[in-house]
């Protein structure tokens, strides 16, 4: 029996969607928050320079991506087993702890205290994938994921504009309201969240396959899982230099301050909306997953190349608009990855996927990080603040060969026995 929607879960299904759109909201509201805030709070509780705060910057990311790997396959496994709906409420839980840890850290340490807690919770993402892949039809998921997409983007046009007012009484005061932002959310789903997987589409917690190594060895079992995972770990290795050092990029380059930084983060957020929430159905239906995610790559590596060579200011927000159609790709890749497994192992395939992002967040930001100090560091050889974004554009090629030599045909939806 498959857990994809039917005419008689729509209500439950519709209810489920919008709590998986606001718990994704709130997550990058949070992130949108706090992002033009945290090299300064890493200055002021370090003491270090620009150089040396980035690369503090980076091991944050590390950490938090570390217990991700770690946890992420247990996290989507337990939702295959238990439902959806305790993990999910869980992982919000733990993020609004993090921020308020992070919020009153006196030191480093607790900043790396709040990243291991919102990693071991694991990604919150993993689950809403899982759950909408249970409340929505195989030729639907296009869409569906479209809109968490959107999801993302909102929460990054919010999320800056509030940053830029509340991030004024000091640094640690977005992270409050970001943990505030949670907990409400986590308040609603207690509430309002129906469980997407009924009792008969689960199977038994197998702990071999519920670790990061057997999560990584059922991507061979499902035909053509495998490259998809390779794909998804070239680009969450790219996407890492955004997350690791845009901030300190605009700033070294261009003198940006916390407005700019933020309002630089609106755009993507507006971009990341529009072709998210209008331009995935439509690309999906027109081209197929395969082909819109080949577009959004190649998009993505001339926009990433951009980065790392415009040599002024104003010229980021024509890649930002060009660049959010690299937002084609996410969707159109974890839409494919849905196909081809049944029902009551999506939270497992969203985990195993969630492992290769963890690892490459893990290995991402330190090593994106690395490039920037090295490129800018004082009385170094060259001082190129934009040399991570063409290591990224390097790795958004090799993802996308690697797709393009994936067989073109769509594999068929599976249903559970």
Avoid: K
């Avoid at 620009?50 to 770690?70: E, K, P, V």
């Avoid at 689950?127 to 030729?139: F, G, Q, S």
């Avoid at 929460?155 to 640690?172: C, E, K, M, N």
Wanted: aromatic share 8%; hydrophobic share 55%.
């Amino acid at each position: 029996m498959t857990a994809a929607a039917s005419p008689a879960r729509a209500g439950p299904g519709r209810r489920g969607l919008a709590f998986a759109l606001a718990t994704v909201l709130v997550d990058m509201v949070g992130i949108g928050l706090i992002v033009p805030v945290v090299p300064d709070l890493i200055r002021e509780v370090t003491g270090e320079g620009l150089s040396g705060a980035a690369w503090t910057g980076g091991l944050l990311f590390a950490a938090y991506s570390a217990m991700q790997f770690l946890f992420g396959p247990l996290v989507g496994n337990l939702s295959d087993a238990v439902g959806r709906r305790p993990v999910l409420l869980v992982s919000v839980a733990g993020l609004g702890l993090d921020y308020l840890v992070t919020a009153f850290a006196p030191s480093l340490p607790w900043f790396f205290a709040g990243r291991l807690i919102a990693g071991a919770c694991g990604a919150s993402v993993i689950t809403v994938n899982a759950y909408i892949a249970d409340v929505t039809r195989p030729e639907e998921r296009g869409r569906a994921f479209g809109l968490i997409g959107a999801a993302f983007g909102v929460g990054f046009i919010l999320g800056p504009a509030l940053g830029g007012l509340v991030g004024q009484l000091g640094p640690r005061a977005p992270f409050l309201v970001a943990a505030g932002f949670s907990l409400l959310n986590f308040a609603f789903g207690a509430l309002a969240l129906p469980e997407s997987l009924p009792p008969e589409a689960r199977r038994p917690l197998r702990l071999a396959r519920a670790n990061p190594l057997g999560a990584l060895a059922a991507l061979r079992e499902a035909p053509g899982l495998a490259p998809l995972g390779l794909v998804t770990l070239l680009m969450a290795l790219a996407q890492s230099a955004y997350l690791a050092v845009w901030a300190f990029s605009l700033e070294a380059r261009y003198g940006w301050g916390e407005g700019a930084v933020g309002l630089s983060l609106a755009a993507v957020g507006v971009g990341a909306v529009a072709v998210q929430g209008f331009a995935v159905g439509p690309a999906v239906a027109r081209l197929g997953e395969r082909r819109t995610a080949l577009l959004g790559l190649g998009i993505g590596v001339g926009t990433t190349l951009g980065y790392a060579l415009a040599p002024a200011g104003w010229m980021v927000f024509p890649l930002i608009a060009v660049g959010s159609l690299q937002g084609l790709v996410p969707p159109a890749l974890t839409a494919l990855a849905s196909r081809t497994v049944p029902a009551d192992r999506q939270g497992e395939v969203q985990g195993a996927l969630g492992s290769l992002q963890g690892i490459a967040a893990v290995v991402g930001p330190p090593l994106m990080a690395g490039i920037f100090s090295l490129a800018t560091r004082p009385g170094g050889a060259v001082f190129w603040p934009g040399a991570p974004y063409a290591a990224a554009s390097v790795l958004l090629a090799a993802s996308l060969i690697a797709l393009a030599r994936m067989p073109a045909t769509r594999t068929p939806p599976r249903t559970a026995a």
